[in-house]
């Protein structure tokens, strides 16, 4: 089944420790990208990436590191989590003109 | 830049009615994407359609209708004879090969169809 995966989906942690929440997609799709979805704010993107080692910035990258060492692959890490990052997360993928898949979200809450 | 500007924040309808969900968007681009994604109450994101710029071709899918009008920069989204399972909150999406490939989503409208 073709699908966006990421991992956890529910994670409760405290300031300043760092974390690191997975992402994988099995479609073969050379885009991902990062999102946080805030009450009021809709979806705003943290960081893309248009193909292995090749990330850029998004409109909210800071307090956000990204890799993409494989095609399959786009974790996302908060190296010093602050209770501001609390929000719903989002991973998704594409073909480089297409549309996206979505995971299925990870709720973060940082205390 | 770009920019999608969803205006209406929340609409309710009874079911059954008709409802359209408006999107303007901005882009200094020509060649660009456009998108409607639903979020119901469960929270994933559901894709719905993708139109591209040199297409303004108009599309139907069962109750769903879109109408993508370049010279208003509008891409907007009507439901026919709403359900109730047509609630959810309904976000409309501009992706410009000019701006790195980065999305741009509107804020999203939340639709309730009251039975």
């Known amino acids: 089944e073709a699908q966006v995966t990421q991992n956890p989906r529910y994670l409760i942690t405290v300031t300043g420790k760092k974390l690191t929440v997975t992402c994988s997609q099995n479609?073969?799709?050379?885009?991902m990208s990062w999102y946080r979805q805030d009450p009021g704010l809709g979806l705003r993107q943290i960081y893309y990436s248009m193909n292995v080692e090749v990330t850029d910035k998004g409109d909210v990258p800071e307090g956000y590191k990204v890799s993409r060492k494989e095609k399959r692959n786009f974790p996302l890490i908060l190296e010093s989590p602050s209770p501001n990052q609390t929000s719903l997360y989002f991973c998704?993928?594409?073909?480089?003109?297409?549309?996206?898949?979505f995971g299925p979200g990870t709720r973060l809450t940082v205390t | 830049a770009q920019k999608v500007t969803q205006a209406q924040t929340e609409i309710s309808v009874v079911e059954k009615e008709d409802v359209t969900l408006d999107c303007v968007y901005e882009?200094?681009?020509?060649?660009?994407?456009l998108f409607w994604y639903k979020q119901p109450p469960s929270g994933e994101l559901v894709f719905l359609i993708r139109?591209?710029?040199?297409?303004?071709q108009n599309e139907i899918s069962g109750r769903y209708s879109w109408n993508f009008q370049k010279s208003t920069s509008s891409f907007n989204f009507t439901i026919t004879a709403s359900q109730v399972v047509d609630s959810a909150v309904y976000f409309c999406?501009?992706?410009?090969?000019?701006?790195?490939?980065?999305?741009?989503f509107g804020p999203g409208t939340r639709l309730s169809v009251l039975p």
């Open positions: 882009t200094r681009d020509t060649t660009y994407y």
């Open positions: 999406a501009l992706r410009s090969d000019n701006y790195g490939q980065n999305f741009v």
């Open positions: 479609m073969n799709h050379e885009y």
């Open positions: 998704a993928s594409s073909p480089l003109a297409g549309e996206q898949y």
């Open positions: 139109r591209n710029s040199f297409d303004e």
